[in-house]
């Protein structure tokens, strides 16, 4: 009986009227503003997924290009409450169809979406303030998370892509984790907690005035998990990896070009830093100049040009066609270190003693984790990762003897797992192998030495012999002596004489 403009008319004052004396405000957030899509509602789409969980009765999943995980999400026109700082909010999933359009240039979805949040007219502030901000965390958080890894590499050496970039990009699914990692437990525990706290703080940093960064060194033998760990610290926090291939950088400016081109949340690496650049102390004179230091030099690099070892120095001093040290400090430590946020510097090494001390000290190298030879408390990791063995499976005579000799086999968790992987599918024989293996590595180690020491007492024995052919006694040598001690006599009287005098004046 109605016209249908009377309807919609008096459907909006009651809608009005509602609002006016409702203790409640609205806030829409559609999918599309105009013709752009609404970041805020993607945001608030994935941060639901977090609390929805799978709790709800009906849930719409989604898995998103370029994710590893299935997303969950409100269906249409369900609610679902939130709580923050106290104050409970209520998001509302709202699917309408939308009225046919005219011509556009880009379709839009059959559908309108949209969430309605509703919250108490009192807490509108807090709710606008931080709320909204703190979604919005949350979702990049997650969408970080779900998002597959990327390992970066500038193998191109220095060539960049249509888009003006210098690096290159594949998904970096490397399956190590801080469980799968066999090291000290306690040590392990110790890395996790400095990175949760690296990740979190923000706010510190800032307090602090320090740039938001943090660097490591890994350093031991080869086959004791360096770059396992950095494949571990990127899955804990959930960053990307640049791993920075030094010998394909040209000079000082290209390096720092390549760490303007990094993002934040990410590990920048130098795999094998003293084969890739002479990192000498810089205090050090140089041989060649006698002047300057290996700081001021270029560098000279490894494989350039004369296949292996370090190159050739070049004339120039920096700015030129070769990095130097204290470009590479300036890309750790200096003002363009801090572009972006949130960057951790790693850095391996099998040789730490080659590494100038300049290179190493805090705020460079913060952290120096010490990777060592499988010890009994890592190589239970191992059995428990290849083996399934429990700790209380295992016979304890044999374990016993395996606490025996494992510090002194000084074999590294590459080797141990490779036994365990060739005899994975007998866990009787995987151990016992790798005991005889313990023993007979630790007894050669042992024999060697011994042997060492042996060499050792030969050569002290003949520098005493030495040493005592050259302190024996010369010509002329014992008036020397007679005349020594009569000067010393006299000196002493004199001082008795200056004694006395003194008292007396006193
Ligand atoms: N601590 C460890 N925990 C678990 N696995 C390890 C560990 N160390 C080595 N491995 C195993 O040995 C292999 C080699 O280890 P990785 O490449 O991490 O050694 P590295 O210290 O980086 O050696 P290099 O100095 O030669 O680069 C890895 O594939 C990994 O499976
Ligand atoms: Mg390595």
Redesign the pocket.
């Known amino acids: 009986i109605f016209p249908p403009e009377l309807r919609f008319a008096a459907v909006k004052l009651f809608n009005q009227l509602f609002r006016c004396f409702s203790s409640y405000v609205y806030f829409d957030i559609t999918e599309i503003d105009g013709v752009n899509t609404n970041e805020l509602y993607n945001a608030v789409q994935l941060y639901l997924s977090s609390s929805v969980s799978i709790s709800g009765n009906r849930l719409s999943l989604t898995r998103a290009l370029n994710s590893s995980a299935i997303t969950f999400g409100l269906s249409n026109n369900d609610c679902i409450l939130d709580s923050f700082n106290g104050v409970t909010v209520q998001w509302e999933h709202i699917v309408t169809q939308r009225q046919a359009q005219g011509y556009l240039w880009r379709p839009l979805p059959e559908e309108k979406r949209g969430f309605t949040l509703r919250i108490k007219k009192k807490d509108k502030p807090l709710i606008l303030d931080s709320y909204l901000d703190f979604v919005m965390d949350k979702a990049e958080e997650i969408r970080r998370k779900n998002q597959e890894r990327l390992l970066y590499t500038n193998s191109r050496g220095g060539s960049l892509d249509s888009r003006g970039h210098p690096w290159e990009s594949v998904p970096f699914k490397h399956p190590?984790t801080f469980d799968?990692?066999?090291?000290d437990p306690l040590k392990k525990q110790q890395i996790m907690e400095d990175l949760r706290d690296f990740a979190n703080g923000q706010r510190f940093y800032q307090q602090t005035g320090r740039a938001w960064k943090r660097g490591y060194l890994l350093y031991?033998?080869?086959?004791?998990?360096?770059?396992?760990?950095i494949a571990a610290m990127a899955n804990f926090l959930g960053y990307d990896i640049y791993d920075l291939e030094l010998t394909e950088v040209h000079n000082n400016s290209e390096l720092r070009k390549l760490l303007m081109k990094t993002t934040s949340k990410s590990i920048i690496v130098i795999?094998?830093i003293d084969c890739s650049i002479n990192l000498t102390d810089r205090k050090k004179k140089s041989p060649v100049s006698g002047m300057r230091s290996y700081y001021d030099l270029p560098d000279f690099r490894c494989g350039g040009g004369n296949g292996g070892g370090y190159g050739s120095i070049s004339g120039d001093d920096g700015g030129g066609n070769s990095i130097t040290l204290s470009g590479l400090l300036n890309f750790t430590d200096g003002l363009w270190s801090c572009c972006g946020s949130e960057r951790i510097f790693v850095f391996?090494t099998?040789h730490i003693e080659k590494l100038d001390s300049a290179l190493l000290r805090s705020g460079r190298m913060d952290m120096h984790i010490f990777?060592s030879y499988c010890s009994f408390s890592?190589l239970k990791?191992?059995l428990k990762n290849y083996l399934n063995y429990e700790e209380d499976d295992l016979d304890s005579i044999v374990l016993n003897e395996i606490k025996d000799v494992i510090d002194k086999a000084k074999m590294?968790?590459?080797d141990v797992?490779e036994l365990l992987i060739k005899n994975r599918r007998c866990k009787n024989r995987a151990v016992t192998e790798l005991l005889e293996t313990l023993k007979s590595k630790a007894e050669k180690n042992e024999k060697n030495s011994g042997e060492l020491r042996k060499k050792e007492m030969g050569l002290e024995e003949e520098e005493e012999q030495e040493k005592r052919t050259l302190d024996s006694p010369k010509e002329g040598s014992e008036f020397e002596e007679e005349e020594e001690d009569c000067r010393k006599e006299t000196e002493e009287e004199e001082d008795d004489d200056h004694e006395k005098n003194n008292n007396f004046i006193q």
């Not at 799968?180 to 090291?183: D, P, R």
């Not at 031991?220 to 760990?229: A, H, Q």
Request: hydrophobic share 35%; glycine share 12%.
């Open positions: 190590s799968t990692l066999a090291m031991g033998p080869p086959g004791t998990g360096k770059s396992s760990m795999e094998d391996t099998n990777m890592a990791i191992l590294t968790p590459a797992s």
